[in-house]
């Protein structure tokens, strides 16, 4: 029996493909460090990062996974976060770092993906998205202005949180990279599918 090809154009998709075209709009809105910008970024940073998780939600409730929505998902994704990370780094609210730590580990296991995409398509893995939970929260903490409507206490309070949540992205966008470096090796010693 043939399995039923599911198409490419569905709701999950396109809105990925929205998340990927907000990303210049993002950074345009973050290239000057002002509060109302901060605001702005902020704002589209949030939508951008909710739609990821409703993409998700479409796509397992409905069986619209499909390969071009994991790739494209992930795609999306890193260049959402590393557009948040050097913008950070560049108005000097992240370390630089951890930014180039983040852009290496981002870059070299979706480049990874994209190779292993001939045997298997790598799904990510729980550790994969605590660290995308936890960088997306960290990031948009460190870009929204406490201070304009938060007492000074409660502000710091509330960026050194956002910090802490960058320390543990850091640790499972580290141990995740390790998971997928040995899954890759697995798919790699299989042999080729007739």
Do not use: C
């Amino acid at each position: 029996m043939k399995e039923k090809r599911i198409s490419n154009l569905n709701i999950a998709n396109v809105l990925t493909v929205i998340r990927l075209a907000l990303v210049p709009v993002f950074v345009v809105s973050f290239i000057e460090d002002t509060d109302p910008r901060r605001w702005l970024a902020w704002g589209i940073f949030a939508i951008a990062a909710f739609t990821d998780k409703l993409d998700g939600h479409y796509a397992r409730k409905y069986n619209m996974v499909t390969n071009f929505g994991k790739l494209a998902d992930s795609i999306a994704d890193k260049a959402l976060i590393i557009s948040g990370l050097l913008l950070l780094s560049w108005h000097g609210r992240l370390w630089w770092w951890m930014t180039i730590i983040f852009i290496v580990r981002e870059l070299g296991i979706t480049l990874m993906r994209m190779f292993m995409v001939k045997k298997k398509v790598m799904a990510a893995g729980m550790g994969g998205k605590i660290k995308m939970v936890a960088q997306s929260f960290g990031i948009a903490g460190l870009i929204l202005p406490w201070h304009t409507f938060l007492p000074l206490t409660i502000a710091d309070l509330l960026v050194t949180a956002s910090y802490a949540l960058m320390g543990i992205a850091l640790v499972f966008a580290i141990s995740s990279a390790v998971e997928y470096i040995v899954e890759a090796r697995k798919i790699s010693s299989q042999p080729e599918a007739e």
